[in-house]
């Protein structure tokens, strides 16, 4: 399977089903996974299908078959999270450190922050926000509707 083929309405569809956590039929995937209509999900479910990662059980509905790997993404649990998200953890680290320095220096009198500190706090600040928006947009458009539990 090229990653090309799993990306777009087809991977949001494949997360819906994974999250689903059971079998589907052709509107559940329109509503969880927010199309337009069943025609645009009976395609994507055709493709998913052909890539052997669903198939259809005796009662017509969709069940998971296999759980791929998606670029750019990382399983956690039943969700397909954005490795951005990760890598802002990193930042936030980071961000969290220069900050208990900063506090640090109120009550240690050798402790002096240079203008440099506070520039390099800032860019790490910036970064921190960066890959949490992005990582939040790009999670969004995988899970646009949580799922109700039955």
Known sequence: MSSSELEGNTLSVYAYIVRANRPVGTRDVTRGANLSNTSVAHHHLQK???LG?????TYGN??????????????????????LMFYSFFFIGAFAAEVSI???SLFIDNLMIEVRFLVLTGITFVAMLLFILEGLVLYRKLNPKRIEEK
Do not use: F
């Open 53 to 57: 990662l669903i198939e259809k059980n």
């Open 102 to 104: 900063m506090l640090l």
């Open 62 to 83: 969709y069940v998971l078959k296999a759980k791929a790997s998606v670029d750019g993404h990382v399983w956690v649990g039943k969700n397909l999270v954005p490795r």
């Open 48 to 50: 998913l299908e052909n």
